[in-house]
């Protein structure tokens, strides 16, 4: 059970490249969440999933796509990497019911020049 | 979204019991209150969580006010590994978002 798996670790992306940062849990959670955190600072939602084939956005979702095709995966999409995008990303995953708790990964640190 | 409030950072000594408060004012009757704490580059881990009645696990306790207006995670013997930022979450009844707070970052003195 490796529960919540982030790749890549850290990336390095020039502005206006693309990249997907993927995210996959083997708990069979419904729920899946993503996160930025910058520097000092708090974790603010992106994007989040109740389950395969529905999203919705959270608090920052500009410059950001997500989709769910499978209950274990949740991939983020950068279209076109901004210098405000360098943050460390965060994925978490949980159970439908609030009483539950979630799972984070480790993180994906995502530095763009 | 009910919003929590934390103050920004507390100090504590090695093994001694530290009380970490939590407002959340606009909470509603179905709300759970969560806690995570997040260590120096990793990720946010779950610490405890309840709805009405003081919780205990391995880790720490919950104690929740009457009115569930405000929240206290107690650590009863902090450790220098204790030092991070700890978040207090109102899980909503839909159970969708989960946001965060600025939390508190916990400093342990040796």
């Known amino acids: 059970n490796a529960g919540v798996t982030q790749t890549p670790k850290f990336r390095i992306l020039k502005i206006g490249q693309s990249m997907t940062l993927q995210c996959a849990q083997d708990?069979?959670?419904?729920?899946m969440y993503w996160y930025r955190q910058d520097p000092g600072m708090g974790l603010k939602l992106i994007y989040y999933?109740?389950?395969?084939?529905?999203?919705d956005k959270g608090e920052v979702p500009n410059g950001y796509n997500v989709s769910r095709s499978t209950t274990e995966d949740f991939p983020l999409r950068l279209e076109l990497a901004a210098p405000s995008q360098t943050s460390v990303y965060f994925c978490?995953?949980?159970?439908?019911?609030?009483?539950?708790?979630?799972?984070f990964g480790q993180g994906t640190r995502l530095t763009v020049v | 979204d009910a919003k929590t409030t934390q103050p920004n950072s507390m100090e504590s000594n090695e093994e001694e019991p530290v009380h970490l408060p939590c407002n959340h004012s606009?909470?509603?009757?179905?709300?759970?209150i969560h806690w995570y704490r997040q260590l120096p580059s990793q990720g946010p881990e779950y610490v405890i969580h309840?709805?009405?009645s003081n919780v205990n696990n391995r880790m720490a306790s919950l104690a929740i006010a009457e009115d569930r207006k405000s929240s206290t995670l107690i650590l009863h013997r902090a450790t220098l590994r204790d030092a991070a930022v700890y978040y207090c979450?109102?899980?909503?009844?839909?159970?969708?978002?989960?946001?965060f707070g600025t939390g508190t970052r916990l400093a342990v003195r040796p």
């Open positions: 978490a995953s949980s159970y439908l019911e609030q009483g539950q708790m979630a799972f």
């Open positions: 708990m069979n959670h419904n729920y």
């Open positions: 999933s109740v389950g395969a084939g529905i999203t």
């Open positions: 606009t909470i509603s009757g179905t709300d759970y």
């Open positions: 309840g709805l009405t």
């Open positions: 979450i109102l899980r909503e009844s839909s159970g969708d978002k989960l946001t």
